[in-house]
Nanobody, 122 residues
């Protein structure tokens, strides 16, 4: 089992920044690729970004590329999502997830956090 707890969400004006954190506990953190997903009201959960177990590989959805940065600190069992130049369309609940294999789709992600709300006002 891996337990994931997100934090760092909140209300921010368009153009602002937030940094989300996801603290992991349980099984060895470095065994897992980590991903961030988001779900806006009335929409399906969508992929945002992923990072490999070592941090050497990252991937971003086109909608956030150049604005968001994913990183991880394996010594702290934590993954981060730095979000800059936020837009109202970034408003969603953001979830972190752990996968035993590298993926940009939901299916291999076995463990999920409870989510943190990000609201961007125009």
């Amino acid at each position: 089992q891996v337990q994931l707890v997100e934090s760092g969400g909140g209300l921010v004006q368009a153009g602002g920044s937030l940094r989300l954190s996801c603290a992991a506990s349980g099984r060895t953190f470095t065994r897992y690729a980590m991903g961030w997903f988001r779900q806006a009201p009335g929409k399906e959960r969508e992929f945002v970004s992923a990072i490999s177990w070592s941090g050497g590989s990252t991937y971003y959805a086109d909608s956030v590329k150049g604005r968001f940065t994913i990183s991880r600190d394996n010594a702290k069992n934590t993954v981060y999502l730095q979000m800059n130049s936020l837009k109202p369309e970034d408003t969603a609940v953001y979830y972190c997830a752990a996968s035993p294999s590298w993926s940009i789709t939901r299916q291999p992600y076995d463990y999920w956090g409870q989510g943190t709300q990000v609201t961007v006002s125009s």
